[in-house]
């Protein structure tokens, strides 16, 4: 068995007068050293082959170690730093030391680098004595290049939908303003002349004549037609919109469609200012207003409305507010999430794609005031 041998040598008058010798089995100690020894091995294999950078510095910004096969993206070979100071070797990234010095100062840090053109995901954390004080840091970094890089690829994928989007919506509109134009100029008009020639034919019948009546009949129904056209113009779009403006356009259309075909009492109020928008902009305000009225018209159970539209030289803003029954939300991202309806969201991210954005205000039984703010300079 292996054996540890101490010899003392007792002397007296520099004679020796005794020898002691101690043997002692070290049998237990040298196991411990052997898997000591292979712990350590097996750890050095670990952070070797390990694709993330695993390291440690002390706490004067001495390399201790530096391991890992993603030390390869910075130029580096396993071990290559230890000695060198992470504070000359990475001077050029101020923000990376601050967040190091927070773990030499106790803290456990998380933080996204860019190094070298590799975006890093990085961990330090405190490196204590047995008496609890700080001698340095232990960090661990991940490479994440990839998924940043697949992050902008979605990212600018989102704003490209979302910029056929709304290209899609001002199109839609567009056709839509087509379509209401040749009702109001065609059909109505048609229409319109049709009831003029019958009301002459009138004229010219007798009274006494059953052709009167039927006339009468007929100028009714071209009446009640002219008024389903003019109430699908509207339902499609405001011709005032680009004959008057914007404030006309909801003007019109909270009276028409509201207040007549509903029965609430509306009201809109307008600081007459002139607004610059360009003919896009305004469609797509058009159509918020329009959406946020048939919500209020669906689902509010609103007697009255009030629309208002302010400007100043900085932006534009639209209130719609009713006294209806109104809807508790805790914060603007329950209230205007997918899950109280398309509606709302749909109005959101159109507003948000031309800069501007949508706030709600409501609780249950107090009504709802629903406020849109639009960039005038976007």
Known sequence: FPTDLTISKY????????????MRDITGRNE???????????FKTLVTRNEEIIYMIAKDGTFLLSEGKGLAKLGLKPGQV????????????????????RAFNGETVTVEEKVNGNYFRNWYTPHKDHEGNVIGLLGLSINITERKQAETKLKTYQERLKTLASQSIIAE???????????HDNIGQTLAFARIQVARAKKIATKEDKLTTILDEVSQSLLDTIQETKDLV???????????????AISNWLEEQVGRKNSIMVNFVHNDKELSLNADMKLILFRNVRELLCNVIKHAQATEVVVSLTSNEEELVIIVRDNGIG??????ANCIGIDTGFGLFSVKQQIEDFGGRLEID?????????????PINR
Do not use: W
Not at 11 to 22: C, L, P
């Open 11 to 22: 002397k007296v008058n520099n004679e020796v007068i005794s020898i002691t010798g101690i």
């Open 234 to 248: 509207f339902d499609l779009s405001s011709p005032l919109l680009h004959e008057i403006g914007l404030g006309a």
């Open 362 to 374: 409501s609780k249950a039984g107090k009504g709802c005031k629903a406020t849109l703010r639009v």
């Open 82 to 101: 230890v000695g060198e100071s992470v504070f000359e070797l990475y001077k050029e990234y101020p923000h990376m030391l601050t967040e190091m010095r």
């Open 32 to 42: 411990a050293e052997k898997k000591l020894r292979a712990s350590e091995e097996k």
């Open 173 to 183: 509109e567009k056709e839509r303003s087509r379509i209401a134009a040749d009702l």
């Open 327 to 332: 809807f508790d939300c805790d914060s603007q």
